[in-house]
């Protein structure tokens, strides 16, 4: 098949809606999604409390969130598949080879990235409002959920970053989900499988899909932190 | 909480003397302006009174026994304008006392009416003009109720209108039962506000005396030669 008839193809497929298209795409949404969520609610507060205060293992933890940042998702995939398996601390739950299982992988992949991008920006915020914070004798906890308050635009780049992560590892969700057709199959996962089978015109069509979720969830995030900052400065 | 004293207090970070042996005593009525050349220390002595800044040697006692954990407030010279309505930032002080939301709120809305900023009330804090946003921090802390309230150069910067303002606001603060120290290098902001001047120079008080003497007859070289514009600390390289 030549070039532009696969292209075609994968066209035809995006556009008539195709059910395998449909499906897969969906669950990506959803685990991944899931996964930023959760990763948004545990990362962010984690990077803030690296940020401001001084306690111990600070140091410790910031260093090993950014060191996890870069790991790969397969190391990631094979410890979470290690503590879910049979055999594992959490195998009696009965969560490997589904979905939920990939959004544990997922999380556990995002929240150093999305941790290590907060810890940063609040720490800037926290450098600039420290001595009045302590002047109106915030605590630490009131300290932290207001500069993750006043972070919040910034912050979305956080959750972007997780996002893009999330969606565009492979490693982890192949070994944790097992890419079971209609059951844990994504679009990563999908794409490198189809790819392998010679199904160019699906593996192209669910990349197309890919990155026009990522180019509209950047867009959409790029319009709020604009109009945030010409509304908040 | 009143006197509060200092006695022979230094501060001396990595072996540079920023106070130097500081004796000073604080009643509970009035404005008092600290003035000075650029590094005698004003605003660290400020820092000092907040607790912000724990001394190197000395000691500084409040009536009463230990520094009242909360009653003293500071308004720095550029305050903190967290990215949020003019409403949010004035009730933020009130975030640590435990008011509930609607009660920090209403609050909030008060003190804006007497700061003249209840109709930007929703507007973001940081499109306020400098004179503004020194206004809101003034009325942030204001809204805590504070008996000591510290001011770091609050009309730096500002025009003569703005100026006005924020030193309306001052008084109102002060009729309104609160201890103001400020540090200034407004001569005829001193005249105008204070009842009593702090000198100081190199880090150390030189003098402590009411406005008016302090401006008649200068008790040092120092003083004096300030008040006259000129600069005798500015050595020759």
């Given at each position: 098949?030549?070039?532009?008839?696969?292209?075609?193809?994968?066209?035809?497929?995006?556009?008539?809606?195709?059910?395998?298209?449909?499906?897969?795409?969906?669950?990506?949404?959803?685990?991944?999604?899931?996964?930023v969520v959760?990763g948004t609610f545990?990362g962010l507060p984690?990077g803030a409390?690296?940020a401001?205060?001084?306690?111990?293992?600070?140091?410790?933890?910031?260093?090993?969130?950014?060191?996890?940042?870069?790991?790969?998702?397969?190391?990631?995939?094979?410890?979470?598949?290690?503590?879910?398996?049979?055999?594992?601390?959490?195998?009696?739950?009965?969560?490997?080879?589904?979905?939920?299982?990939?959004?544990?992988?997922?999380?556990?992949?995002?929240?150093?990235?999305m941790a290590a991008i907060a810890r940063q920006v609040v720490e800037d915020a926290w450098q600039r409002y420290?001595?009045?914070?302590?002047?109106?004798?915030?605590?630490?906890?009131?300290?932290l959920t207001t500069l993750l308050y006043d972070c919040r635009h910034s912050l979305l780049v956080a959750v972007l970053a997780g996002l893009g992560?999330?969606?565009?590892?492979?490693?982890?969700?192949?070994?944790?989900?097992?890419?079971?057709?209609?059951?844990?199959?994504?679009?990563?996962?999908?794409?490198?499988?189809?790819?392998?089978?010679?199904?160019?015109?699906?593996?192209?069509?669910?990349?197309?899909?890919?990155?026009?979720?990522?180019?509209?969830l950047n867009t959409i995030a790029h319009l709020m932190r604009a109009w945030a900052m010409k509304r908040y400065g | 909480?009143?006197?509060?004293?200092?006695?022979?207090?230094?501060?001396?970070?990595?072996?540079?003397?920023?106070?130097?042996?500081?004796?000073?005593?604080?009643?509970?009525?009035?404005?008092?302006?600290?003035?000075?050349?650029?590094?005698?220390?004003?605003?660290?002595?400020?820092?000092?009174?907040?607790?912000?800044?724990?001394?190197?040697?000395?000691?500084?006692?409040?009536?009463?026994?230990?520094?009242?954990?909360?009653?003293?407030?500071?308004?720095?010279?550029?305050?903190m304008m967290i990215r949020a309505s003019v409403?949010e930032n004035?009730?933020l002080?009130?975030?640590?006392?435990?008011?509930?939301?609607?009660?920090?709120?209403?609050?909030?809305?008060?003190?804006?009416?007497?700061?003249?900023?209840?109709?930007?009330?929703q507007e973001s804090a940081r499109h306020?003009?400098?004179?503004?946003?020194?206004?809101?921090?003034?009325?942030?802390?204001?809204?805590?109720?504070?008996?000591?309230?510290?001011?770091?150069?609050?009309?730096?910067?500002?025009?003569?209108?703005?100026?006005?303002?924020?030193?309306?606001?001052?008084?109102?603060?002060?009729?309104?039962?609160?201890?103001?120290?400020?540090?200034?290098?407004?001569?005829?902001?001193?005249?105008?506000?204070?009842?009593?001047?702090?000198?100081?120079?190199?880090?150390?008080?030189?003098?402590?005396?009411?406005?008016?003497?302090?401006?008649?007859?200068?008790?040092?070289?120092?003083?004096?030669?300030?008040?006259?514009?000129?600069?005798?600390?500015?050595?020759?390289?």
């Open positions: 098949m030549s070039f532009t008839a696969t292209f075609a193809e994968a066209f035809a497929l995006i556009v008539s809606l195709d059910a395998r298209v449909a499906e897969i795409v969906l669950l990506s949404i959803q685990v991944s999604g899931t996964a959760l545990i984690l409390m690296l401001i205060g001084r306690w111990p293992g600070q140091q410790v933890g910031t260093v090993l969130v950014n060191a996890l940042m870069g790991a790969p998702a397969v190391v990631i995939g094979v410890i979470v598949y290690l503590l879910l398996s049979r055999s594992g601390p959490f195998g009696h739950f009965g969560l490997l080879f589904s979905p939920t299982a990939m959004v544990i992988a997922q999380t556990v992949l995002v929240i150093p990235l420290a001595e009045e914070l302590r002047v109106m004798r915030f605590s630490w906890w009131h300290s992560r999330a969606m565009s590892e492979v490693g982890a969700v192949m070994i944790v989900g097992g890419n079971i057709d209609g059951v844990t199959r994504v679009m990563t996962t999908a794409i490198a499988l189809e790819t392998s089978k010679g199904d160019l015109p699906l593996a192209i069509a669910l990349g197309l899909v890919l990155i026009s979720v990522i180019l509209i | 909480m009143f006197p509060v004293t200092l006695s022979g207090v230094r501060f001396q970070p990595n072996g540079r003397t920023v106070l130097d042996g500081v004796d000073l005593e604080l009643h509970d009525e009035g404005i008092t302006l600290v003035m000075g050349p650029n590094g005698a220390g004003k605003s660290v002595l400020l820092r000092t009174l907040c607790g912000l800044i724990e001394p190197s040697a000395g000691s500084l006692k409040w009536a009463g026994g230990a520094r009242p954990e909360q009653g003293v407030m500071m308004v720095f010279q550029h305050p409403l004035a009730s002080g009130l975030k640590p006392l435990g008011v509930s939301g609607a009660e920090r709120r209403r609050r909030a809305a008060e003190i804006l009416e007497r700061v003249a900023l209840a109709d930007r009330a306020l003009s400098g004179g503004e946003q020194q206004r809101l921090a003034l009325a942030r802390a204001w809204l805590t109720r504070p008996r000591l309230l510290l001011l770091d150069e609050p009309t730096a910067a500002l025009d003569p209108s703005a100026t006005a303002e924020v030193e309306r606001i001052i008084r109102e603060i002060r009729t309104d039962g609160t201890r103001i120290v400020m540090t200034t290098h407004n001569l005829g902001q001193a005249t105008r506000l204070g009842d009593d001047v702090i000198f100081m120079s190199a880090g150390r008080v030189r003098e402590h005396t009411p406005v008016q003497r302090f401006f008649a007859r200068p008790a040092s070289e120092e003083a004096r030669l300030f008040i006259q514009g000129e600069l005798p600390w500015r050595m020759p390289l």
